[in-house]
């Protein structure tokens, strides 16, 4: 699943309070308001994001790089303001799925991400209850489907755009502008052209753009924002049989017990996080794609027995190949990304790994770590694929 986070705000209203940071990089809870969505994108299944970036980008590029939480984060800049409608178009040319979500960068709203892709309308957005407001415009609804998107004004009950879409790509891409505002001219004038299907949540919602929401959100986000504790797992010959170059989901095979002690972790209340070198990426034995749908079936697997990782973290490099990297094990990159990126205490984390180098890497992070040998591995070595 892709996501485009509209990230080029210019924080107009929040200038006063933050001035010298792009909008969703604002601090809420000692870290950027983004991290919040990212976080949420990320926990609901979101492996790419193409963060479509403008005013003082570089704030946010310094922050999140390339990987963050295991996803693959792309920028597409605007140089001169597109406004939403334009900064949607272009990211679009970064994504490759049919369907993209798109998320306001500077509300956050916790909505069900597969309940809008179960509907099929070429657009759906995400809507919310709310009682007696007069900042917000609402949506109108019959059976499901928007029949017109209403200007603000004080209201005793009704929907509100939640900001969080899933948009067939060809509206944007076949849109004759380049320029213009999404809310503007794709939502409240095309809503007899194009079917806007509706998915109301109840889930938490907050607009840092309006300066009351930022203030409470340092408080109402504050459980959003724990310190973490995890279970670090090698992959290949820790949790699946080592084929050599795994990346074909019919070659999965989990090593007897290791579901069940995955989900130990996941009851105890641990992140549990993989660390994998997967050098036959730079070797180009198979894609990020194809690395990224193993690991999406590797958890529906793992389903079956109550259990389940929660990010991904791979080093796609070679030594030979693409130079040396600061992530391939025995390097602690990966690790020290994931301690940073899930607010972790390497103090209350563990390590399991089948060889020297998990281990040493794991070390390194001050994180406790063990080896876990097991006789599948050496059966199957003897009929290794090369
Ligand atoms: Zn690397």
Known sequence: MEAIVLAGGFGTRLAHVVSDVPKPMAPVCNRPFLRFILDDLQAKGIERVVLAVGYKQEVIR??????????????SSEDTPLFTGGAIKKALQSCSAERVFVVNGDTFFDVDLHAMQRES????????RMKKFSRYGTVQIEDGRIQA???????????????IY???????????????SFENEILETKTAEIEMAAVESEGYFIDIGIPEDYAAAQETMKERAPINK????????????????????????????????????????????????????????????????????????LAEYGAHID???????????????????????????????????????ILFGDKPWDVEAGE????????????????????KRE
């Open 364 to 383: 390194k992070c001050g994180i406790k770590s063990e080896m876990i040998e097991n006789k599948e591995n050496e059966d199957a070595s003897k009929t």
């Open 149 to 163: 998107f209403r200007e603000k004004q004080p209201c005793d009950e009704g929907l509100i755009n939640g900001g």
């Open 62 to 75: 310094d922050y999140f790089g390339a990987h963050y939480r295991g996803m693959q984060i792309v920028y």
């Open 230 to 301: 995890a279970a670090f797992f090698d992959r290949d010959g820790t949790i699946n049989v080592d084929i050599h170059y795994l990346y074909r989901p019919e070659d999965l095979k989990f090593i007897a017990g290791m579901p069940e002690f995955i989900r130990k972790w996941n009851d105890w209340g641990y992140k549990v996080i993989v660390v994998t070198n997967q050098a036959g990426i730079a070797r180009g034995y198979y894609g990020e794609k194809e690395m990224r749908a193993l690991h999406r079936y590797m958890n529906e697997r």
């Open 166 to 180: 899933l948009v067939n790509r060809t509206i944007l891409e076949d849109y004759p502008k380049d320029k213009f």
């Open 121 to 128: 309308a070429p657009l759906v957005v995400a809507v919310k």
């Open 311 to 349: 990010a991904f973290y791979y080093c796609p490099h070679h030594p030979e190949i693409t130079g040396p990297c600061h992530c391939r094990k025995p390097e602690p990159g990966m690790i020290e990304d994931a301690i940073r990126e899930f607010d972790l205490d390497p103090a209350q984390c």
